[in-house]
């Protein structure tokens, strides 16, 4: 009898064993494989040696049979990319872990990438976290300068990295990311350090490379074995448009020059030549200032305004030409002058776009010469010539802003 109950413990117990074994086998763990995938997207690193960066991914599995699974980065300018944006598919896998080398990028960009898994059986597709990484400024596209109805000029710098390009220059628009496709300038040079490119069009092809009244963007770039590579992008409108005060802006400096009161950026031209006291007729002295040379006086732009202060302060009539300018209310505006010979040179291009008729009117500048000879220019075919100081000639008011 003790034999029997120690038998029938020992069944119990067994049975019990079992069904405790089955009761378990029944659990569910959760998922598992794809799943319960995660991976983790590698920081990017540039490789200045090869013009590239490098990032990748680390599975929570083994991914490397190709015929099961295709693995990479996606990137893009903007957060949160999908395979739908940039893809470097991965061909360096070693178990779970992958890397990708991208060779095309844009300098100065931020990138964001994410790893992913795509399981090519059901397409669907697994993403690590965002990481983001910003391509080193090693090409630099400064802002336009000397802007005009017909041109521009732009400064650039090729880092060390790039050195040994083939090839560099800058590439403009209408459209944001201009590449090669686009508008293009080559410099006449190769190599590292700052270049500057100019480009203004001509009396036969005045709009040959930029039309007026328009806005472009820039891009600087170099060609370093047979890829192009871009720097930073800019803007710039050409000038050749409507200012608030109804004049027409015929040059932009790009930047702003002068302090305080002095300062500008932009030079505008009445919409009319000078009418002043019923008189359309100036000359640049006359006979009680007599025939006189101010070594003050210059050419450039940028000299007009300060070239009429000199000659007014000299010579106060009204009619004298930088005179006149000054002391005639236009618009609301009382600060217009007589432009230097530089500065009525970028505002004859004005006749190119149909907005300024000049006609046949001989146009002074308050540049001169000689003690009696004035700059001037030809309304018929913008040719630079010197008239008499004391010949009556147009005047056309010009000034500056910001």
């Known amino acids: 009898m003790k034999n029997f109950k120690v038998f029938f413990s020992l069944f119990y117990a067994l049975v019990v064993l079992v069904s405790c074994s089955k009761d378990e086998e029944t659990v569910v763990d959760g998922p598992s494989g794809f799943n319960a995938l995660t991976i983790v997207t590698k920081q990017a690193v ?106 521009f000029q732009v400064d650039a710098n090729v880092g060390s990295i790039f050195s040994s390009n083939t090839e560099r220059g800058v590439c403009y628009g209408t459209n944001h990311d201009p590449t090669i496709a686009d508008r293009i300038i080559v410099d006449s040079n190769t190599g590292s350090g700052n270049f500057t490119i100019s480009v203004e069009g001509n009396d036969m092809f005045p709009f040959y490379y930029v039309n007026s009244n328009t806005i472009y963007y820039l891009r600087s770039y170099v060609k370093l074995n047979g890829v192009y590579y871009y720097g930073n992008e800019t803007s710039f409108r050409t000038a050749g448009y409507i200012n608030g005060s109804g004049g027409y802006v015929f040059f932009d400096m790009g930047t702003v020059l002068g302090m305080g009161s002095n300062a500008w950026r932009y030079l505008e031209a009445a919409p009319a030549k000078l009418t002043a006291a019923n008189n359309n007729h100036f000359s640049w002295s006359n006979s009680a200032c007599g025939y006189s040379f101010y070594p003050a006086i210059k050419n450039g732009i940028g000299d007009g305004r300060y070239n009429s202060h000199l000659i007014s302060y000299s010579c106060n009539y009204p009619n004298v030409a930088a005179t006149a ?78």
């Not at 991914?57 to 049979?65: E, N, R």
């Not at 505002?347 to 010469?369: A, I």
């Open 46 to 151: 540039f490789v200045a040696d090869n013009l590239s960066f490098t990032s990748g991914g680390k599975a929570s599995m083994d991914v490397s049979d190709t015929n099961e699974y295709q693995v990479g980065i996606c990137y893009s300018s903007t957060i949160n990319p999908t395979v739908f944006n940039n893809i470097d598919y991965s061909y360096q896998i070693n178990e779970e872990n992958f890397n990708n080398v991208i060779p095309n990028f844009i300098v100065g960009q931020t990138y964001y990438i994410k790893a992913f898994v795509r399981k090519i059986s059901t397409n669907e597709v697994k993403y690590g976290n965002q990481v983001s990484f910003q391509i080193p400024v090693s090409l630099t596209t400064n802002w336009a300068k000397n802007i005009s109805v017909t041109g």
């Open 325 to 402: 300018c000054q002391t005639t209310l236009l618009n609301g505006k009382n600060d217009w002058f007589l432009p230097s010979i530089d500065e009525l040179k970028e505002m004859y291009k004005l006749k190119y776009t149909g907005q300024l008729d000049f006609g046949s009117d001989v146009l002074l500048s308050s540049s001169h010469f000689s003690s009696s000879l004035c700059f001037a220019i030809d309304g018929s075919n913008g040719r630079t010539m010197t008239v008499d100081k004391m010949s009556l000639q147009v005047a056309w008011q010009v000034r500056m802003f910001l």
